[in-house]
């Protein structure tokens, strides 16, 4: 997806910080950019490389072989410069929790929508029930029992928006929300809400 942050320049300032904390090979890079991002920016090969030849040529970052793989690592004059940005950095990381922060508000507004369908969908249930039950005994009663299963059936929802949400909340400080938690939580819910109107059609 389109990166949400990283003005011009500031990716490049963003791979010496990351060299700083140690060296790594081209993919480690990348798959620490997407895990900084919580899964929502991962850089292409195309894109990391080319800034890592340029870093190299400025004497940046230095590479070394490893086996078939190179590995970079950061200069004294790589690390006097972002010593030099260092505030540009804080302000590039402000950004990252800012866009995972939103991330985490979509995913809870999946969440309450889906959660939506599905009581409508069972409210409907239930009066459907109420209009084609018919009683099969003189001490069952099929309305008042379809209506308490719908009320159960609300309890659970509610019950599991709040853990989830709670789990959001907390799992999106660490920056672990991602693009691919909004369509698990999409596919799964629109898995549960076909099964239970199939059920249902055949109760």
Avoid: C, W
Wanted: proline share 3%.
């Amino acid at each position: 997806m389109t990166p949400p942050v990283f003005a011009h320049g500031n990716l490049r300032l963003y791979l010496l910080a990351l060299l700083e904390e140690q060296p790594r090979h081209g993919y480690e890079l990348i798959q620490a950019l997407s895990d900084r991002f919580g899964g929502t920016y991962s850089p292409s090969a195309g894109t990391i490389y080319p800034r890592l030849a340029k870093l190299e040529a400025e004497g940046l970052v230095a590479k070394t072989a490893d086996g078939r793989k190179s590995v970079y690592e950061i200069t004294d004059a790589g690390r006097a410069e972002l010593d030099a940005r260092r505030h540009e950095l804080d302000a590039i990381e402000e950004d990252v929790t800012d866009s995972v922060r939103r991330l985490a508000e979509g995913v809870r507004a999946e969440v309450d929508s889906a959660m939506r369908t599905l009581r409508a969908e069972l409210a409907t249930a239930a009066r459907e029930a109420k209009r084609t039950a018919t009683q099969t005994s003189s001490t069952a009663n099929p309305h008042a029992e379809s209506n308490r299963a719908v009320h159960e059936a609300d309890l659970v929802l509610n019950e599991f928006r709040q853990h989830l949400r709670t789990e959001l909340r907390r799992q999106a400080g660490r920056g672990r929300v991602s693009a691919d938690t909004v369509a698990l939580l999409r596919t799964r819910l629109a898995d549960v809400r076909a099964e239970i109107a199939k059920e249902l059609a055949g109760a």
